[in-house]
């Protein structure tokens, strides 16, 4: 499926920036810094968690598409990521996830319902966010999810960006880790998708992959009142060969959970397949 934006080719950083533009920015409190917080819309809240090297920006094509549904869209860059600060000890899931819930509380009057979304790393964040909220928790949907214990590495395949890279190296070290992580197809690796990848590597603090390999998110699972949403990408190399467990494994501790698989998709599957998770998601919010 074509993932590609014709202007956003042509220059990712003011694409970004326009959209950024139509957002209200809040601030919460994170360690001894700050949590950043994008918005657009009014309506219903849905809060969204972007994955791990991520910030806002891994939504770019759903949150305008969301909010210009009648919904107020409250988009994290999470504690160590993007924009926020760092969150300071201890660095696991409830830790984390206790800055997001604070600021979630801070950010919506206590009578609000919410609909909670997350992506890989922010599903497993999501999940503890999603055992705090209780009753006020309305559904939790979760894209391409962690939080299912150990996977093996994705074998000579990703290449660690740093300081001492060249330009040119910087690039091409991004478009391959997008090309075997993140998409699973090669021509939508354009412009756009490596410019986000390389601005939010640089700027990525909090290490996410030992929280993602937890169980955290299958702990809590039984634990959530609300009901659960999951959707991967058919050519998710995340779950390359353990798709079917996975899904097994959510059944067995949600056995109400729906479940749908995009078809042709990879693990960024709200960017590459973004009409299908637009759909799915108004679909589970509605």
Request: charged share 25%; proline share 5%.
């Amino acid at each position: 499926m074509k993932a590609i934006i014709e202007e956003a080719e042509v220059d990712p950083h003011a694409w970004l920036k326009d959209i950024e533009s139509r957002s209200q920015v809040k601030r919460t409190l994170c360690g001894n810094g700050q949590m950043v917080w994008h918005i657009w819309g009014e309506g219903a809240p849905i809060v969204f968690l972007h994955g791990g090297h991520g910030d806002w920006s891994h939504w770019c094509r759903n949150v305008e598409q969301i909010a210009a549904e009648g919904f107020k869209v409250i988009v994290a860059d999470l504690p160590g990521l993007g924009a926020s600060d760092d969150p300071g000890p201890p660095y696991t899931a409830e830790g984390i996830a206790e800055i997001v819930y604070y600021g979630i509380t801070s950010l919506l009057p206590e009578n609000s319902e919410i609909d909670l979304v997350g992506f890989s790393f922010g599903s497993v964040i999501g999940a503890v966010v999603a055992e705090k909220l209780d009753i006020r928790l309305k559904s939790f949907n979760v894209v391409g999810a962690a939080g299912f214990g150990p996977r093996e590495r994705i074998a000579n395949s990703m290449v660690k960006i740093h300081k001492a890279m060249s330009e040119e190296e910087r690039i091409a070290a991004a478009q391959n880790n997008m090309r075997w992580l993140m998409l699973a197809h090669p021509e939508n690796v354009g412009e756009l998708a490596t410019f986000m990848q390389l601005l939010n590597t640089d700027r990525a603090r909090t290490l996410s992959r030992p929280i993602s390999m937890t169980t955290r998110l299958l702990d809590a699972l039984p634990n959530i009142l609300a009901p659960v949403n999951a959707v991967w990408g058919e050519l998710d190399r995340t779950v390359e060969g353990t798709l079917e467990s996975r899904i097994d494994m959510l059944k067995t501790e949600r056995p109400d959970a729906t479940v749908e698989v995009f078809h042709d998709i990879g693990h960024w599957a709200q960017f590459e397949g973004a009409s299908l998770f637009n759909k799915w998601l108004l679909d589970k919010v509605n």
